[in-house]
């Protein structure tokens, strides 16, 4: 199925306000160092960044108020990967935040980036999976903040670009929930790709064992192909393709992350915390998202 979309409307909670920060425990140990990108997000619980001692090679982005989450409503993980495998989530923090103020713990790789910073360093996949595992480590922690706050049986991993082609190459861990493809997709000829990539080839996409979903930047987008391709091969599993006439930056640093932070979110509430009313944006014949004007889309195994 592929349909030319109509307009894209997503239902974003307001912002309401902080009623906590840091806990007193992080503020006096001076653990974190934490700051507001843009407005915290337009969900419903505002988000902050910081990156803690405890893991510092990563950025955490998550709401600052976590009073509110507990045995009824934990936080599902999200591990991101950067483009061009940087270590650095700096293109990306406006569309991570607005992610986790709809009540969601993302964790990018690499510390977290300065006003103006672009940070250096190149990452690998394996961060990734220090992400989910510190995720799950401070669940069980009970000095800490986030103690039985979390969601461990709800975890996805996603990226942009060659941290696209990280999340292919950990999908395959049976921890993962669901796996979000950003502008990328594993390449035909795997050596045309710049030193660093992940050496992935086709047949990775069998061992998917999740629902995915790719968002591309349509033809201009250089992952295009690629992207494509990949949907076209898998079979085993739902696939969502989504695809919007922007070339390969997406939306990531325009406001809250622009549409690709509105449907990557959207995915996110349905695939790990069980939200239908999102999950229209993507179930149905046809589905939301299919009716908006600037989205193109394609799905496989999905209702």
């Known amino acids: 199925m592929k349909n030319i979309l109509i307009c894209l409307t997503v239902v974003l909670f307001s912002g309401i306000g902080i009623s906590e920060s840091l806990s ?7 653990k974190t160092s934490h700051r507001v990108v843009e407005d915290g997000g337009t969900g419903a619980y505002p988000a902050i960044m910081y990156t803690d001692n405890s893991l510092s090679t990563h950025t955490i982005f998550r ?4 009073s509110v989450f507990g045995k009824k409503n934990k936080l599902p993980v999200i591990a991101w990967g950067n483009g061009a495998c940087a270590n650095s989530p700096w293109e990306h923090v406006n569309f991570l935040s607005e992610v986790a103020s709809h009540g969601f713990l993302v964790i990018a790789i690499g510390p977290m980036p300065q006003e103006g910073e672009r940070g250096n360093g190149r990452s690998t996949s394996s961060q990734l999976l220090d992400a989910i595992d510190w995720a799950i480590a401070q669940n069980s922690d009970k000095p800490g903040v986030f103690y039985k706050k979390i969601d461990v049986g709800n975890i996805a991993v996603s990226g942009m670009s060659c941290g696209g082609l990280q999340t292919l190459e950990v999908a395959p861990d049976p921890r993962i929930t669901t796996a979000v493809v950003c502008n990328s997709g594993i390449l035909k000829n795997p050596r045309s ?3 660093g990539m992940p050496n992935l080839t086709k047949e990775q996409l069998d061992k998917l064992h999740t629902p995915t979903l790719y968002l591309l930047g349509g033809e201009s987008d250089i992952a295009y192909e690629n992207g494509m391709d990949d949907f076209n ?5 739902p696939v969502f393709v ?9 939306t990531y640093g325009q406001p809250h992350g622009g ?9 996110y509430k349905w695939q790990l915390k069980g939200d239908k009313e999102a999950g229209k944006l993507f179930t149905g014949n046809p589905c939301q998202l299919s009716e908006s004007t600037i989205w193109t889309v394609e799905k496989k195994n999905l209702p």
């Not at 007193?24 to 001076?30: I, K, L, P, S």
């Not at 091969?233 to 599993?237: A, L």
């Not at 989504?242 to 997406?250: K, L, P, R, S, T």
């Open 193 to 195: 790709g710049m030193p």
């Open 63 to 66: 709401p600052e108020d976590l």
């Open 242 to 250: 989504a695809n919007m006439d922007v070339g390969h930056g997406g």
């Open 259 to 267: 549409e690709f932070a509105n449907v990557a979110t959207a995915w």
């Open 233 to 237: 091969r898998i079979n085993h599993v």
């Open 24 to 30: 007193a425990q992080e503020q006096v140990t001076g």
